[in-house]
């Protein structure tokens, strides 16, 4: 049996919660639209860069917001360039990932990143190697919208109750439990347990170790 699992990128593979927090702040700036609070940007984590700026600016234009996606994209590209970007695997992600890798599951990714952020950030860890279905915002309506996860399984050849994402947002959730794939939820991202299982989560787990024993269902 061919089993795929599919991760969300921040905030479960990868803590890049200070650049996304400090990039958001300085485009908003540069749109002349007030500072979001950071707790909503967190909150608002793994959702495509449009459909967040309508939570975080309800109220700006979408000239406005069109400005705020923009320079949002430019100073990422900086610090991505410059070398002074920052996204750090959890610890324990990159040799679990390799795990499953070795043990045969296939692996891939759903996320709000673009196609560009996404391959920089698996390539600058050595694990790019390891996914074979990438699946981003660039092509894709948001998340909780099936249409990433739907993708996945198809370009893995998997069905869905062969399948599991793991994702630390209510989005992830949603979106799993709309493409009929088992989620398990992670506490170390940006949204609560208690959110995680009341959108759909089978679990929860606290550690690498948990979430190892929860995918392969010793646990």
């Not at 948001?142 to 947002?169: C, N, R, Y």
């Not at 799993?176 to 299982?197: D, F, K, N, P, Q």
Request: proline content about 4%.
């Amino acid at each position: 049996m061919t089993r795929l699992v599919v991760f969300d990128c921040d905030g479960t593979l990868v803590d890049g919660q200070a650049a996304i927090c400090d990039t958001m702040e300085q485009a908003f700036a540069m749109a002349g639209l007030p500072t979001p609070d950071r707790h909503a940007v967190r909150r608002m984590v793994g959702l495509s860069l449009p459909y967040a700026l309508r939570e975080l600016a309800p109220h700006a234009s979408d000239e406005e917001r069109t400005r705020v996606v923009e320079a949002y994209k430019d100073g990422y590209r900086s610090l991505r360039v410059s070398g002074a970007l920052q996204e750090p695997l959890y610890e324990g992600i990159g040799e679990l990932v390799a795990r499953l890798d070795a043990a045969g599951w296939l692996l891939g990714v759903a996320t709000g990143k673009s196609d560009r952020g996404l391959n920089a950030c698996l390539e600058s860890h050595g694990i790019r190697q390891l996914f074979v279905t990438l699946q981003t915002a660039d092509r894709h309506p948001s998340k909780p919208h099936p249409s990433m996860l739907e993708t996945a399984l198809a370009e893995a050849g998997v069905e869905p109750q062969d399948a599991i994402m793991i994702g630390d947002t209510s989005f992830d959730m949603e979106m799993a439990v709309a493409a009929g794939v088992r989620a398990i939820g992670v506490s170390w991202g940006y949204h609560e347990a208690h959110e995680l299982m009341a959108t759909g989560a089978s679990c929860v787990a606290d550690t690498i170790e948990q979430l190892e024993a929860f995918i392969l269902g010793t646990e």
